[in-house]
């Protein structure tokens, strides 16, 4: 029982509150937290394996509280199906490959996605291009996920460019991950990186992110998503650049 007050699980709570907390303001990002801080302490496939139940059950949440579930899949079904192929067949990467190149993996995923967010412009996709583009970047999201545990790239940006309406958007967004976690746990499983204290954790996680999200949804009304967005961006890319050059240290 005194197991579940080490450093090492108190660690894995606070950053999951954390995590949480990012995802109740901005809407999304407890992934990407949680890979980015637990990647810092552990193997990315350790961190991936804890992320897998509290991101389900957030992003299901998420999925199931937007406005129009069945017109979201008939449109992005083919994107959804590339995320699937390619996170089980990227998954070999994180459960197989040294520990340090899944790492600089990561890190690059995490810095890339932040300087894009943070310098790029906007995007917008025709309708015309949608149709073959779609399971383009549902593949290169699957393979980008299965290696680092990160679901944003590239499929967020695409998401943003596709013009949907906020509520529309949040439920697409909630849509991908909740795909992307159910693929990453078939790939993890696959290739043997669950184990009962995975699972304990992981589950043990979820409170402590609900809470996070909890307080972060209130903090939203009294704070500039702007900023916060900006600064948030900023760690993500202090935690990617450490976790690129430490294997060279």
């Known amino acids: 029982m005194n197991d579940y ?24 990002g407890l992934p990407t937290v949680a890979m980015g801080i637990l990647g810092v302490v552990m193997s990315p496939v350790s961190a ?3 992320l897998i139940i509290p991101s389900f059950v957030t992003n299901f949440w998420q999925l199931f509280t937007g406005p129009d579930f069945v017109s979201l899949i008939k449109r992005l079904w083919l ?6 192929v390619g996170t089980i067949a990227g998954s070999s990467l994180l459960t197989s490959a040294s520990t340090r190149w899944t790492g600089v993996g990561l890190g690059a995923a995490l810095v890339f996605y932040a300087v894009h967010s943070l310098l790029a412009k906007p995007l917008s996709v025709p309708a015309r291009k949608e149709r073959w583009l779609s399971p383009v970047i549902g593949l290169m999201t699957g393979v980008i996920t299965g290696g680092t545990g990160v679901f944003v790239i590239p499929a967020v940006p695409y998401l943003q460019a596709l013009g949907l309406s906020k509520d529309d958007l949040i439920q697409a967004l909630g849509l991908s991950f909740t795909i992307s976690t159910i693929a990453l746990t078939a790939g993890l499983a696959r290739g043997g990186a669950f184990h009962p204290g995975n699972i304990a954790l992981s589950t043990v996680a979820v409170v402590p992110a609900l809470l996070g999200m909890w307080g972060g949804t209130a903090i939203r009304k009294h704070i500039s998503i702007t900023t916060f967005r900006r600064w948030f961006l900023i760690l993500l890319v202090v935690l990617g650049l450490e976790l690129v050059v430490r294997p060279f240290f």
């Open 48 to 50: 991936a394996s804890l």
């Open 5 to 28: 007050f080490s450093p090492t699980v108190l660690i894995i709570a606070l950053t999951f509150f954390f995590a949480g907390g990012v995802k109740g303001v901005t809407g999304m």
């Open 79 to 84: 994107m959804m199906l590339g995320i699937v």
